[in-house]
T-cell receptor
Framework: GDSVTQMEGPVTLSEEAFLTINCTYT??????LFWYVQYPGEGLQLLLK?????DKGSNKGFEATYRKETTSFHLEKGSVQVSDSAVYFC?????????????FGKGTLLTVNP | EADIYQTPRYLVIGTGKKITLECSQT?????MYWYQQDPGMELHLIHY???????EKGDLSSESTVSRIRTEHFPLTLESARPSHTSQYLC????????????FGDGTRLSIL
């Protein structure tokens, strides 16, 4: 079945550092791709999405580009803040009959220190 | 903002009790899902529903059961709780296939003593 591999954490950065969290997927065709964020004690919130190759999703200073050639959707932010400390999940929707559900990566815990 | 609600937020209960975790959404979404999130953060799909009177088991085997009698309501039931059921349970819903994201509730953290 489909799988999503994302960079294992935990990741610890200082405030204003550059962030990259790598994500690759195995689904064939053209799945939709998502990044979700989970703050402590909460459910997952959609951070950004991309639905076709070369699309760039962006939100709150975070960006990710749908790279079909490398089957990747890496998350980046130029200058992280303490408030960005959370768990980040990459997910893909599947491109065939199984796209009723999302396949999630295992999550990356990000801690940003002041 | 997504309007999907889970109750209770926290539940500590003894072994052998029957438990129902509630999930409701006000967005009219056809698709609903239950995930179990382990302490290592990984999410596991345990149940999903295409619509009223439709339920399916997910990727991870679970002793829980679900029902979908109304579009907005997707409760999860454990007939006899055990310590191995201790986990966080997340409910989600989505409007259609593929391109539309899933919207999540804040979860129920369940502890079985």
């Amino acid at each position: 079945g489909d799988s999503v591999t994302q960079m294992e954490g935990p990741v610890t950065l200082s405030e204003e550092a550059f962030l990259t969290i790598n994500c690759t997927y195995t689904a064939t065709g053209y799945p939709s791709l998502f990044w979700y964020v989970q703050y402590p004690g909460e459910g997952l919130q959609l951070l950004l999405k991309a639905t076709k190759a070369d699309d760039k999703g962006s939100n709150k200073g975070f960006e990710a580009t749908y790279r079909k050639e490398t089957t990747s959707f890496h998350l980046e932010k130029g200058s992280v803040q303490v408030s960005d400390s959370a768990v980040y999940f990459c997910a893909e929707s599947g491109s065939g009959g199984s796209n009723y559900k999302l396949t999630f990566g295992k999550g990356t815990l990000l801690t940003v220190n002041p | 903002e997504a309007d999907i609600y889970q109750t209770p937020r926290y539940l500590v209960i003894g072994t052998g009790k029957k438990i129902t975790l509630e999930c409701s959404q006000t967005m009219g979404h056809d698709k609903m899902y239950w995930y179990q999130q382990d302490p290592g953060m990984e999410l596991h799909l345990i149940h999903y529903s295409y619509g009223v009177n439709s339920t399916e088991k997910g990727d991870l085997s679970s002793e829980s059961t679900v029902s979908r009698i109304r579009t907005e309501h997707f409760p999860l039931t454990l007939e006899s709780a055990r310590p191995s059921h201790t986990s966080q349970y997340l409910c989600a819903s989505s409007d259609s296939w593929g391109n539309q994201p899933q919207h999540f509730g804040d979860g129920t953290r369940l502890s079985i003593l």
